[in-house]
Nanobody, 120 residues
């Protein structure tokens, strides 16, 4: 099982980016999928999550600016980030609650991360 993020980059304050994360490999089912972010020396912080039925939750600091969405057929989630601020600069990680064996429970899997930098 592999999670691969993409879409990071360098933008100016007020601009937008859209991140993607796709789960691939031997997958039986996918539960909640989430975005986290981390800056050097800090803990990894929750950004947003989405269930299979598209119930979404957001960290207060991104509400109204970020939108998480999901394509179950592609095992893919997206994070549309608008009105980006310098404080949004971080490595963004995807996490998925995956079941790869019908006889086993699910486990969390993480991607390698994608860098988002917001600077004038």
């Amino acid at each position: 099982v592999q999670l691969v993020e993409s879409g990071g980059g360098l933008v100016r304050p007020g601009e937008s980016l859209k991140l993607s994360c796709t789960a691939s490999g031997r997958i039986f089912s996918v539960g909640n999928m989430d975005w986290y972010r981390q800056t050097p020396g800090q803990e990894r912080d929750f950004v947003a999550s989405i269930s299979r039925i598209h119930d979404a939750n957001y960290a207060d600091v991104v509400k109204g600016r970020f939108t998480i969405s999901r394509d179950n057929a592609r095992n893919t989630i997206y994070l549309q980030m608008n009105n980006l601020k310098p404080d949004d600069t971080a490595v963004y990680y995807c996490r998925a609650d995956l079941q790869y064996d019908p006889d086993r429970g699910s486990s969390y899997f993480w991607g390698e991360g994608t860098q988002v930098s917001v600077s004038p």
